[in-house]
């Protein structure tokens, strides 16, 4: 309905998601609490009933406007933006392969335990790893078909961002994506985030397991690592080798003017 496109609307199914955040998907909203809510929206119940006919057209909705919603989320832009300052500051190390290993190791280590201790652990992640996971038990309808298209277009999103990432990152570490996958670093990055997720949900039922600090030897001493660190790390070297080609001075020319161009596939070498 066109009158559903209005601030007061479009501010209820805000607050209706923020409270789903809260409590968790559910299959309904109880009456009391509806009624804050329309209060806080400015909706009166007329206006609710000629927006929504029923309350499962409503959650449809919030369901619709969460699964678009998360493609902002996921990818944490500060963070992405914080790298290439971090890098800009390690620049010396680029100059050797031992140093670059180094580099490389810092920043996915940074990275999946800021992902995973921030990102999955909000309200905002969870909900909408819920209704991913929930999604195709919901009855067969037009309403569902939408959300899972949002959803789609939020997962696509996500991975393009981080492909856009990875190719800017890794090329100017001094590493590639091993030439047997052809270019494609989707696979990488939806095996990356299925590590980072995947140990966000299971730190519900086991979050001590998750947690728990791992000493890992580094020289002389240990060093605590998570599990989210381990196993991006993991993902990175099944996927990700030293590029024979690599030209330390240029990549630290690019970081030293703040270039921050990332290659197209006509560009990316190993596109064929």
């Given at each position: 309905m066109?009158?559903?496109?209005?601030?007061?609307?479009?501010?209820?199914l805000?607050i209706?998601?923020?409270?789903?955040e809260?409590t968790?998907?559910?299959?309904?909203?109880?009456?009391?609490?509806l009624e804050?809510m329309?209060?806080k929206a400015?909706?009166t119940?007329?206006?609710?009933?000629?927006a929504?006919?029923?309350?499962?057209?409503?959650l449809?909705?919030?369901?619709l406007?969460?699964?678009a919603?998360?493609?902002?989320?996921?990818?944490?832009?500060?963070?992405?933006?914080?790298?290439?300052?971090?890098?800009?500051?390690r620049?010396?190390?680029?100059?050797?392969p031992?140093?670059r290993?180094?580099?490389?190791?810092?920043?996915?280590?940074t990275?999946?335990?800021y992902?995973f201790?921030?990102?999955?652990?909000?309200g905002?992640w969870?909900?909408?790893?819920g209704?991913?996971?929930?999604?195709?038990?919901f009855p067969?309808t037009?309403?569902?078909?939408?959300?899972l298209d949002a959803l789609?277009a939020?997962e696509?999103s996500?991975?393009?961002?981080?492909?856009?990432f990875?190719?800017n990152?890794?090329?100017t570490?001094g590493?590639?994506l091993?030439?047997?996958f052809?270019?494609?670093?989707?696979?990488?990055?939806v095996?990356?985030a299925?590590?980072?997720?995947?140990?966000?949900l299971?730190?519900?039922?086991?979050?001590?397991l998750?947690?728990?600090?791992?000493?890992i030897p580094s020289?002389?001493?240990l060093?605590?690592?998570s599990?989210?660190s381990?196993?991006?790390?993991?993902?990175v070297?099944a996927?990700?080798?030293p590029?024979?080609?690599?030209?330390?001075?240029?990549a630290?020319?690019r970081?030293s003017?703040?270039?921050?161009?990332?290659?197209?596939?006509?560009?990316?070498s190993?596109?064929?």
């Amino acid at each position: 309905m066109p009158d559903r496109l209005s601030k007061s609307r479009q501010d209820l199914l805000a607050i209706i998601q923020s409270h789903i955040e809260l409590t968790g998907l559910t299959l309904g909203i109880d009456d009391a609490v509806l009624e804050t809510m329309l209060k806080k929206a400015g909706v009166t119940k007329s206006e609710l009933n000629r927006a929504w006919p029923s309350r499962q057209e409503l959650l449809d909705d919030a369901f619709l406007a969460m699964a678009a919603k998360a493609r902002d989320d996921r990818a944490d832009t500060e963070t992405l933006l914080s790298t290439w300052q971090y890098l800009s500051s390690r620049t010396g190390d680029l100059l050797s392969p031992s140093g670059r290993r180094q580099v490389l190791v810092d920043v996915i280590r940074t990275a999946a335990e800021y992902n995973f201790g921030a990102v999955t652990a909000t309200g905002a992640w969870r909900s909408y790893a819920g209704l991913s996971a929930t999604i195709m038990s919901f009855p067969e309808t037009d309403s569902r078909q939408r959300t899972l298209d949002a959803l789609l277009a939020s997962e696509m999103s996500f991975v393009e961002t981080m492909e856009m990432f990875y190719r800017n990152v890794i090329p100017t570490v001094g590493y590639r994506l091993k030439p047997h996958f052809g270019g494609d670093w989707q696979p990488f990055v939806v095996t990356a985030a299925a590590v980072i997720e995947g140990l966000g949900l299971i730190r519900a039922s086991v979050p001590a397991l998750v947690e728990r600090p791992l000493d890992i030897p580094s020289g002389d001493t240990l060093e605590p690592w998570s599990l989210a660190s381990l196993g991006f790390v993991g993902v990175v070297d099944a996927f990700i080798e030293p590029d024979p080609d690599y030209d330390p001075h240029e990549a630290i020319a690019r970081l030293s003017g703040g270039v921050d161009v990332t290659p197209s596939p006509a560009e990316d070498s190993q596109a064929y």
